[in-house]
């Protein structure tokens, strides 16, 4: 006011009127559109040329479809609403991002990074598109994409692949030993085991254990290195990460993740995210022209089909999403959710050939949500905005490349059919990698219809019936055997097992820490020491440090041990009813006092 009175802009008496008023506050957006998209580009100018050539003008022409990201915006409000809606406590689910590209040209189309950029109440300027959160189940292409991989998984596996969307993996209980030495038993979603599985099954329902053994296979160094050439920038420490980095065990951004999804999408070609078309100085003169990028190939062709195949297959993944789940649009769709255990994050990333979207939700402050998946919080948003933009369009469907050839096979072995195997499926193959040999679970028996064992020379014609058995390894047994899948009354060595693989102590778990409780008394604190085998047991001898503590001669062969401080080493010798001998390998526990 001084200052407009010296300028002659008000006499003294306007301007002491004007002191005297009492100042209305009033707060207001400020008008912007796309506003994380925008800063988004901004910080990138200033990366790439510095503030001075920012601040001295630009003119910046961007990849954003403005009516897709409105579409996105409004879609992301609406389902966030709806969530709080029903019946029952909210799922304490805030915030949301998405990210949607053309995985030929890596234009960037939208890029939300929260449903309300002005919400203060929800941290609506984080921008979460860009924030490492941890990506649940949706790492799990990525490492089966490297076990179909020949040129992945044969430095870390020779011999022992490229897998198939038809190789068997159990998912049975099995303890795997971290990097820190301590045990690790990874679960499903469901909290069940399903036995032997197909790679196929396993991905499209999105079981733990089997993704956890695929990582085992390939080797982190080679999934990290995959995984980096496909963008994901976040995962550069390898020491941080052990095998539960395949359940989502390490944080990456939406924006990287979605543009991995783009090569499978591209047919395993990768192409850098852009937001710039074109820039031009406040005097016209060009400072940067977008063209056509060079892709690289990361990923073979043949490889990138296998993942959409399964990804897209409804059947297979009805078992864990059901048959008209939100994951399906209406026209072929690959997508994969991801849940972390906590419920903090939560996924849903999916495409088709023309367009990759990838949506996270969850809360700006990282508090959990309340047991919300992938595809409750994340699917209905990818679902809506997924069938939004490719309305009108024409459908596409993943086409397969050369190189790969049909098979039928026997489920679940994943071999050749024999005429014992009950049933069958046509499966994917690379060229030259179809099965050869026939399957060997399904097996034949003649058994002794008066005493249900095998039937004998002496055994009269008239009691001798053939009975067709699923004769599983030896660390699949106590599944089969919980789960009403009886083995053949007899010693069923599979060709190629050694006596070793037969017999498997399944507890304690390899490398477990037990600590003594000085509250209760010691001869109560005991734990149990039990073997599985392919074949019906006669007794089984645990042998501790060397020492026999004794025999179990009756079902289920189990032995009971006061817990003694030290570090111990454990050994099962087990009879089988016919006469053969079967040992453990060995494993390593410790007790505390």
Known sequence: LDLMVKQGGLDPAEAQLARAETLQWSAAAFPIEAPHFVFYVWNVLERRYGPEVLYSGLTVWTTLDLDLTRTAQDIAQRRLADLTSGDGPPPNATDAALVALDPHTGQILVLLGSPDYFNDEIAGAVNLALAPR??????????????????????????????????????????????????????????????????????????????????????????????????????????????????????????????AFGVFANGGLRVEPTALLRVERADGSLVEQWHPPVAARVLDERVAFLISDILSDNNARAPTFGFNSVLQIGRPAAVKTGTTTDYRDNWTMGYTPELVVGVWVGNANNSPMLNLSGVSGAGPIWHDFMRAALAGKPEQAFTAPAGLVRAEVCVPSGRLPTPLCPR???????????????????????????????????????FVVTRVFLVLPAQAQEWARQNGFPQPPTAVVAAGQSPTAALQLIAPDPNTIYQISPRLPLASQQVVFRVAAAGPLRSVTYRLDGQALGTATTAPFEWWWALAPGAHTLVAEARLTTGATLTSAEITFSVLP
């Open 424 to 462: 069958t499926s046509t499966e994917w193959f690379l060229a030259g990698a179809a099965p050869t040999q026939p399957d060997d679970l399904y097996q034949a028996f003649a058994l002794d219809t008066r005493t249900g064992g095998l039937a004998g020379p002496t055994t009269p014609p008239a």
């Open 134 to 259: 941890q990506p649940g189940s949706a790492m799990k292409p990525l490492t089966y994409a490297a076990a179909f991989s020949p040129e992945y998984c044969a430095a870390a596996a020779p011999g022992a692949c490229p897998w198939s969307p038809a190789t068997m993996l159990l998912d049975v209980r099995t303890a795997f030993v971290t990097k820190e030495g301590f045990s690790y038993v990874p679960q499903n979603y469901d909290r069940a085991y399903h036995g032997p599985v197909s790679a196929r099954a396993a991905l499209a329902g999105s079981l733990n254990l089997p993704a956890v053994l695929t990582l085992e296979q390939v080797g982190l160094p080679t999934f990290l290195g995959l995984a980096g050439r496909m963008g994901l920038t976040t995962l550069t420490d390898p020491n941080r990460y052990d095998l539960s980095l395949t359940l989502g065990g390490g944080e990456v951004r939406l924006l990287d993740l979605t543009a």
